[in-house]
């Protein structure tokens, strides 16, 4: 009974050991453990940076990065409710609305002297 559960035969007579069964379970496991190792590298690799990065704006503008940080701690601390999220979205949509709208019929103004001042000139 013992080797019938540890072997098992095939019908051309050759018989396949547990260990063979297995072998592409644990040739997937060690490529898991391999991707594994490649994505931690590629996390730390990306903290790294991330830290340089993030000293280089602290070193350029502290009062900004102090201020971001603060704000960041304030959204994950639970300060920001659903509510003060929207009407900050919207405020900000507004004011880009605005900006764009602004940028826009200046640009469009300029072009329109710039024909009417080319169609002049000999």
Request: net charge positive; proline share 2%; hydrophobic share 40%.
């Amino acid at each position: 009974m013992a080797t019938a559960t540890a072997r098992q035969t095939k019908g051309n007579g050759s018989v396949d050991s547990t260990a063979e069964r297995f072998r592409p379970i644990g040739e997937s496991m060690r490529a898991l453990q391999r991707d594994t190792r490649d994505l931690i590298g590629a996390v730390e690799q990306l903290t790294s940076s991330a830290g340089d990065a993030l000293r280089e704006q602290l070193h350029r503008r502290p009062y900004a990065t102090l201020g971001a940080g603060l704000v960041g701690g304030y959204i994950l601390g639970g300060g920001l409710t659903v509510r003060l999220a929207t009407f900050l979205v919207a405020a900000a949509g507004r004011a880009t609305m605005t900006q764009m709208l602004a940028g826009g019929l200046a640009a469009a103004g300029t072009g329109r002297a710039t024909r009417a001042h080319a169609g002049r000139q000999p």
